[in-house]
């Protein structure tokens, strides 16, 4: 189902989340064809921004093929971001700019940035104001649920944002004090999409279509919002989308198909960086693409050494034809 962020139409209720070194230009276009209706941009420093920095600004890069588009953007004080926000919306066909209340890595917390915030719901009003107030785009907030259980401002601090200007919000159901460990939690989520007036996506933990139909239907989120069960499995977004719309789901596609994709994806990221960074950049992704699948170990451990494009899509065919023999020759049980 079509929804709007602001004045921006987004097609369906799949977003793929912010994710660093990962939802490059080339990886939000192949997003977007298999079936994300809207993917965030990894997170720009403010201060990259400031100092023109050339990988910062080439981080910016939109393909005109991949709207609609939100840029997100993580910074130290207040002026930083806005002015950093002001670049964005002027030198590129952003749709929609995002602030990054959420990160928890100590780098970007011990600038007071990210997921610091969130300990005090009157700077996110005043940060999200600010920004917002500054440019015409819609302004969106990704946070966590807030800094410890001792600091649990979900609510609170969505509604600041609300108030402060945001056109939506995305929360991940995590505190910073959590990263990455324990669940997300979607009780919690829950009580922020019913505060909130402006559109909600529900993230974290999102790992089948059966889990962004619970996030939309019964946590009552506007957008589920799915990061980490993406990664080698970009077609799980058309699988989302369509039980969503449908409650029918899809067959995992054969291992062929997934290393078509994984090959695509290695193609758009070599026509964006070139081979000598796209090729190690995605020895990551190869990976994903390969787990679980049976005897890909050692088709992993040799995509890790290839240095070239051809290299890495011989080994993936090698691999196809040789798993596609043994399936052939292993009986059939039925
Ligand atoms: C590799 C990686 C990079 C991430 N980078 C960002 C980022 O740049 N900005 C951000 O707001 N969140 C970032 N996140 C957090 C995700 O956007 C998301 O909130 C989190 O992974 C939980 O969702 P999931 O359970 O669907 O993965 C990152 C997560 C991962 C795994």
């Known amino acids: 189902m079509e929804w709007k962020i ?3 139409t987004i097609p369906n209720q799949i977003v793929v989340a912010p994710m660093a070194g990962i939802t490059n230009a080339s990886f939000r276009l192949t997003a977007r064809e298999f079936g994300a209706g809207l993917v965030v941009c990894e997170m720009i420093s403010d201060k990259g921004i400031k100092y023109h920095n050339e990988k910062t600004l080439g981080m910016l890069f939109i393909d005109p093929k991949e709207h609609p588009v939100s840029i997100q953007i993580f910074g130290g004080d207040k002026e930083s971001l806005v002015n950093a926000a002001r670049f964005v919306a002027e030198n590129t066909s952003a749709d929609i700019i995002d602030i990054n209340m959420g990160c928890p890595v100590k780098k970007v917390v011990k600038l007071d940035a990210g997921s610091h915030w969130l300990l005090d719901p009157d700077k996110v009003y005043d940060v999200v104001h600010a920004v917002s107030s500054a440019i015409d785009k819609p302004v969106t907030v990704k946070m966590r649920t807030g800094w410890d259980d001792d600091h649990l401002y979900a609510v609170e601090n969505a509604l600041a944002a609300q108030e402060g200007g945001a056109a939506a919000i995305a929360m991940h159901g995590r505190t910073r004090a959590q990263f990455y460990s324990g669940h997300s939690n979607w009780d919690i989520l829950h009580d922020v999409a019913e505060k909130l007036t402006i559109p909600f996506m529900g993230n974290g933990d999102i790992k089948t279509p059966e889990d962004a139909k619970f996030m939309i239907e019964e946590v009552g989120a506007d957008a589920a919002m799915v990061g980490r069960a993406v990664l080698g499995n970009l077609w799980k977004l058309n699988a989302m989308e369509h039980y969503i719309e449908t409650g029918e789901l899809l067959p995992e596609p054969t291992v062929r198909e997934k290393v078509n994709i994984a090959k695509l994806q290695l193609e758009r990221l070599v026509d964006l960086k ?9 020895r990551q992704q190869a990976a994903y693409y390969l787990k679980g699948i049976p005897h890909a170990v050692r088709t992993r451990a040799k995509v ?3 240095d070239s ?3 890495v899509f011989d080994t993936l065919d090698q691999f196809v034809e040789s798993y596609e023999q043994r399936e052939a020759r292993s009986p059939k049980i039925s």
Not at 274 to 282: A, I, L, N, Q, S
């Open 274 to 282: 070139g081979e000598h960074v796209g090729v190690p950049e995605f």
């Open 304 to 306: 890790m050494n290839e």
């Open 6 to 8: 602001g004045n921006v």
């Open 309 to 311: 494009m051809q290299a």
